[in-house]
């Protein structure tokens, strides 16, 4: 049998953070149609789910914050996550939660170094047991998903902090070690929930977010089959720590790359006019990609681009015969990518042109928009004001930074929630991918009662 949440002296004394807003749990426990819905089963005395999870949550806050320091200090890049997917996994196996391991997803070189080693990524399953959570042919009345990546950047930490990552050049400075703690969290309610739940909650864990294959994988491994809505929280350091934020529409970026290589003809580095300057083109081309963001799109349409690199020539006293250049295009909209790449490809070939060179240009279209559905955004919000209050509804304008949870949403609707963790006071200001990046960890327990509020709502 699952082990229940017990509630303990030490879990107990660490459950500053996870309060509901007590007035908002009591509207939710006199809701008409809540308690005396013979289907849902739940006596009048009872606790609402809202008190339910908030209980819950403070119980286990310590062991959400544990469960992050565990991965923080073992970080594994992405599509190595061996022995994060092995700690998860052993979780599940504690609480008696069915799973399966992906195949798509796993390190080249371990398949001959552990041929019987299959993969990183897990999809879990939580059945609901409220009556009517299934058909008689097994069908749940609803199958809702919720995500959390699992993979570290390579990057030097150079926090400081006890717990500070012990892989030498690996390092945590995304948030999804803070993901996953979230998710362990989530699925430890949601399986004390079970009675509560009208269908069954699918976990997906999901490893290669920072190189862009593990949500293919995951989809390809049939991680969406029969889910009618999915959910993923990004712990995000331009929010504020507190606060939650959960707007429908476009929150991430069209994530697209290019290359530019021009091919002109070297010369001695003194006879400029006997040859084809490829570095003072690539120059020229830099500063007329800037002028497509700002004289060809509307300044009210969201777009960068960045060039990444530029490499040419081979000495200095020769004029350098040929240049690369890459960069980034980042966009909210379909029809703005579209132009844009008309425009760079355009731009990069008339400057060379009308300096006599020759370009050749390579576009790669990487992840979509991440786009919130409405409705998968309003029941967000909607979980962040029972759980934590009106006061805890973030604002944010969204970003243009990628995220491959968009994958999901090609297929089925849903919504991405940032967790906000910025927090002066405590050093947390730096960005996503910084070696310094820090978090308020007093968010950790909210991020996991919001995503369970969620979860129970669409199943309700
Ligand atoms: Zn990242
Ligand atoms: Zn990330």
């Known amino acids: 049998m699952p082990s229940e949440i017990e509630p303990t002296a030490t879990t107990e004394q660490a459950a500053a953070g996870a309060n509901a807003a007590p007035e ?70 504690e609480w008696s939660i069915d799973y399966r391991i992906v195949e798509g997803t796993r390190p080249a070189e371990l398949a001959d170094e552990r041929p019987d080693f299959i993969g990183t990524g897990i999809i879990a399953t939580i059945r609901g047991e409220a009556p009517g959570a299934y058909d008689a042919a097994g069908k749940p009345a609803k199958r809702i998903a919720l995500r959390t990546d699992m993979d570290a950047l390579p990057i030097a930490e150079r926090t400081g902090f006890d717990y500070a990552s012990e892989t030498g050049g690996v390092m945590h400075a995304c948030g999804h070690d803070c993901h996953m703690a979230m998710m362990l969290g989530t699925v430890r309610m949601l399986n004390d929930l079970r009675e509560r739940l009208h269908g069954e909650v699918r976990i997906i864990f999901q490893p290669a977010e920072e190189i862009s294959i593990g949500a293919r994988d995951m989809i390809a491994a049939g991680a969406l089959e029969g889910v009618d809505a999915i959910y993923a929280a990004h712990i995000w350091s331009e929010v504020d720590a507190g606060t939650i934020s959960c707007e429908a529409g476009p929150r991430m970026a069209f994530t697209d790359w290019f290359r530019i290589d021009i091919e002109g003809v070297s010369a001695h580095g003194s006879m400029p006019h006997k040859g084809i300057d490829a570095i003072v083109i690539a120059a020229e081309i830099v500063d007329a990609l800037q002028v497509i963001v700002s004289r060809r799109i509307s300044p009210f ?70 786009v919130n559905d409405e409705a998968c955004a309003a029941v967000a919000r909607q979980a962040v004001q029972k759980t934590l209050g009106e006061q805890a509804v973030g604002a944010y304008e969204g970003t243009l930074a990628g995220e491959d949870f968009a994958e999901y949403l090609q297929h089925v609707p849903g919504v991405l929630v940032f967790v906000g963790t910025n927090n002066p006071e405590i050093g947390a200001i730096h960005p996503q991918h910084s070696c310094y990046y820090t978090i308020d960890e007093t968010m950790l327990a909210k991020g996991a009662l919001v995503a369970t509020q969620w979860a129970c709502d669409m199943l309700a």
């Open 301 to 370: 349409e969201p777009m960068v681009i960045t060039v990444g690199e530029i490499h040419g020539g081979t000495a200095r006293n020769i004029m350098a015969g040929s240049a690369y250049l890459t960069g980034t295009l980042r966009t909210w909209h379909p029809n703005v990518r579209e132009r844009a790449i008309d425009r760079i490809e355009r731009v990069a070939g008339k400057t060379s042109h009308a300096f006599g060179a020759q370009i050749k240009f390579s576009f790669e279209k990487g992840n979509p928009a991440v």
């Open 24 to 93: 908002q749990a009591e509207a939710e426990a006199a809701a008409p149609g809540r308690a005396s819905t013979p289907e849902q089963a739940v006596a009048p005395e009872q606790p609402s789910t809202t008190e339910r999870i908030c209980e819950l949550a403070a119980r286990i806050e310590s062991d959400i914050i544990a469960w992050r320091r565990h991965f923080h200090r073992h970080p594994e890049l992405g599509a190595h996550e061996v022995e994060t997917s092995a700690f998860i996994r052993q979780k599940l196996d």
